[in-house]
């Protein structure tokens, strides 16, 4: 079965850079979720767009903005990057109706 | 406000023991509940949900859950645990007003030894 797509999986950046991360979801998968995971902490919410449309809001700082395209993939714009931004970020993906996300494998993010 | 907490850091269990990771839930409406599993360097992968109907919950690897209104829990639990079961484990709920938002607990690393 398909499933969640995220890509780069590994990206190695500078501090004051900017990055890019995309994610696919699953087929029909109308809602899309961003979570930001630092080393051992648990998934924190970002943001997430339903029928692309920006849906909810969490701990997403100023310095990043996110979009869902017409075809359901999402990106996840990151400027101005800082050291404490290095973690693991997962995309994930669910059908409105039903409850469960499907994570993808993540984009392990690192500032130098 | 929703909120999950899993009291335990790290869970250790003999291989073929019986399992339980805690969970515990506080929200305002109807809780939808989850659990996760992480392995290393890995995404979260889903285990199983509790929306209505059955206090118990029957999900993926053998893992089950039981939802506990009163006591406001939904542990996980495994009859015989495996080896290859050693992950990290997070409890989630999902808000029942607004339903993009996750809740997710800090995690419990459970570890199986042979």
């Known amino acids: 079965a398909a499933g969640v797509i995220q890509s780069p999986r590994h990206l190695i950046k500078e501090k004051r850079e900017t990055a890019t991360l995309k994610c696919y979801p699953i087929?029909?998968?109308?809602?899309v979720y961003w979570y930001q995971q630092g080393p051992g902490q648990d998934p924190q919410f970002l943001i997430s767009?339903?029928?692309?449309?920006?849906?909810d809001k969490g701990s997403i700082p100023d310095r990043f903005s996110a979009q869902q395209f017409s075809d359901y993939h999402s990106e996840l714009n990151m400027s101005s990057l800082e050291l404490g931004d290095s973690a693991l970020y997962f995309c994930?993906?669910?059908?409105?109706?039903?409850?469960?996300?499907?994570f993808g494998p993540g984009t392990r993010l690192t500032v130098l | 406000a929703q909120s999950v907490a899993q009291p335990e850091d790290q869970v250790n269990v003999a291989e073929g023991n019986p399992l339980t990771v805690k969970c515990t839930y506080s929200?305002?409406?109807?809780?939808?509940l989850f659990w996760y599993v992480q392995y290393p360097n890995r995404g979260l992968q889903f285990l199983l949900k509790?929306?209505?109907?059955?206090?118990l919950v029957k999900g993926s690897y053998g893992f089950e859950a039981e939802f506990n209104k009163s006591q406001t829990s939904f542990h996980l639990k495994k009859p015989s645990a495996l080896v290859s079961d050693s992950a990290l484990y997070f409890c989630?709920?999902?808000?029942?007003?607004?339903?993009?938002?996750?809740?997710f607990g800090s995690g419990t690393k459970l570890n199986v030894k042979p």
């Open positions: 994930a993906s669910s059908f409105r109706l039903t409850n469960e996300q499907f």
């Open positions: 087929p029909r998968h109308d809602t």
């Open positions: 767009f339903y029928e692309k449309m920006q849906s």
């Open positions: 929200v305002s409406g109807n809780p939808y």
């Open positions: 509790y929306i209505t109907g059955d206090n």
């Open positions: 989630a709920v999902r808000d029942s007003d607004n339903f993009n938002k996750f809740y």
